[in-house]
């Protein structure tokens, strides 16, 4: 039973930082893709960054520059370090898996996602 579970999120004011943190188990982490996406209140949930081993990470326009997401394959875990924080990040971060044991073609879709945590809350005051 693949579980994938996120910690770290909280309240911050603005400009402050937040490491996020997802752990998996269940599953082959390292044949995996690991992205976090978001979702605020009324809206759709967005893709924010993914990192898979062939084509290193990726990251949505509006936290290029202010998010950096890991992994360490020897502890099934995913991060998302953000820095700067706006109270435009403030949404549930969710943590998602899809399975790429070779190859991957960056995915921005919650859709084409195989596996989700169940979220974690961060909150930018302004």
């Known amino acids: 039973q693949v579980q994938l579970v996120e910690s770290g999120g909280g309240l911050v004011q603005a400009g402050g930082s937040l490491r996020l943190s997802c752990a998996a188990s269940g599953l082959t982490f390292a044949d995996y893709a690991m992205a976090w996406f978001r979702q605020a209140p009324g809206k759709e949930r967005e893709f924010v960054a993914a990192i898979h081993k062939s084509s290193g990470s990726t990251y949505a326009h509006s936290v290029k520059g202010r998010f950096t997401i890991s992994r360490d394959n020897d502890k099934n875990t995913v991060y998302l370090q953000m820095n700067s924080l706006e109270p435009e990040d403030t949404a549930v971060y969710y943590c998602?898996?899809?399975?790429?044991?070779?190859?991957?073609?960056?995915?921005?879709?919650?859709?084409?996602?195989?596996?989700w945590g169940q979220g974690t809350q961060v909150t930018v005051s302004s």
């Open positions: 998602a898996a899809d399975w790429a044991p070779t190859g991957w073609v960056n995915k921005y879709r919650a859709v084409q996602y195989d596996y």
